[in-house]
């Protein structure tokens, strides 16, 4: 399988967020949607020619949801994914000028975001991946212009997703955790099972959990969250890979709870 990142550097250019109403009003270069769905398209229409197996990352607007769609409907062995950012958030984020905010592709239009989760909720985008981009806290710290592309996302994934989308009733907890569990069986990777001898590969979260993102710091070296000063609900508390610690609260590996 080929993942691809898809983008024509003659159409984003030197953007830096999306093109749109917000980037004309804050005159900031713009990267339209399609330099990515332009790509998603003919790469879709390569793979089916060929019976390749091609997986898009990291979807952001609705035409490319739409070449998506076409394609899956053609027989074309494709998949796709969506970040959590692109599912939650809009360019309106980006009128503070905070660098969090500058990621590739860029945050687009409500009308993208819907797509995105309709699509998610469909089956037409088939998981969930962070696109996790740590940067120096000094690299950000710069004009929005100047700043790098990127923003994290590992420690606030699940969070975000579940406050802005299950909570609100736009998705059921069940399709999140299918969605965010979904990639390895789309990799021809080895799928956990949870049985006795199998060695654990669990996500255990507290969903009645409030918290502030970045209010106790980060388990990441990095800073640069989108969600960072917000309140989500839903905390990981513990995750098991391949029978190990992967991640562990503060509060429970102070106490010793966990051995």
């Known amino acids: 399988m080929i993942a691809l990142h898809e983008e024509d550097p003659a159409l984003s250019a030197n953007g830096v967020m999306h093109e749109g109403a917000v980037s004309a009003r804050l005159g900031l270069a713009g990267i339209p949607s399609i330099s990515e769905s332009t790509m998603v398209a003919r790469d879709a229409a390569i793979a089916y020619y060929e019976d390749a197996r ?10 490319s949801v739409a070449a998506l769609t076409a394609a899956k409907e053609a027989g074309a062995r494709v998949s796709g994914e969506a ?32 797509a995105l989760i309709e699509a998610l909720k469909s089956g037409v985008i088939d998981c969930v991946a962070t696109d996790h981009a740590p940067h120096a806290r ?33 998705l059921e907890l069940g399709v999140l955790i ?17 049985a006795p001898g199998e060695r654990a590969n669990i996500c255990v979260v507290d969903l009645g959990s409030r918290w502030e993102v970045g209010a106790d710091g980060y388990a990441s070296r990095s800073e640069n969250c989108c969600f960072h000063g917000r309140m989500l609900q839903g905390r ?5 890979a391949d029978g190990g610690v992967a991640y562990r609260a503060r509060m429970l590996a102070e106490a010793g709870a966990i051995a």
Do not use: W
């Not at 994290?152 to 609100?168: N, Q």
């Not at 299918?178 to 949870?194: F, K, N, Q, S, V």
């Open 54 to 63: 091609v997986h898009f990352q990291h979807l952001s607007c609705v035409e």
């Open 138 to 170: 000094h690299e950000k710290e710069v004009p929005f212009e100047q700043a790098p592309m990127g923003t994290t996302g590992l420690e606030t994934a699940f969070a975000a997703l579940y406050t802005e989308l299950v909570l609100t009733g736009e």
């Open 83 to 114: 970040c959590p950012h692109h599912l939650t958030l809009t360019d309106e984020a980006v009128r503070t000028l905070d660098s969090r905010y500058k990621m590739n592709p860029p945050l687009r239009g409500g009308v993208d975001r819907r």
């Open 178 to 194: 299918e969605r965010m569990t979904a990639g390895m069986a789309l990799y021809d990777l080895p799928t956990p099972r949870i």
């Open 236 to 240: 990981v508390v513990l995750t098991l």
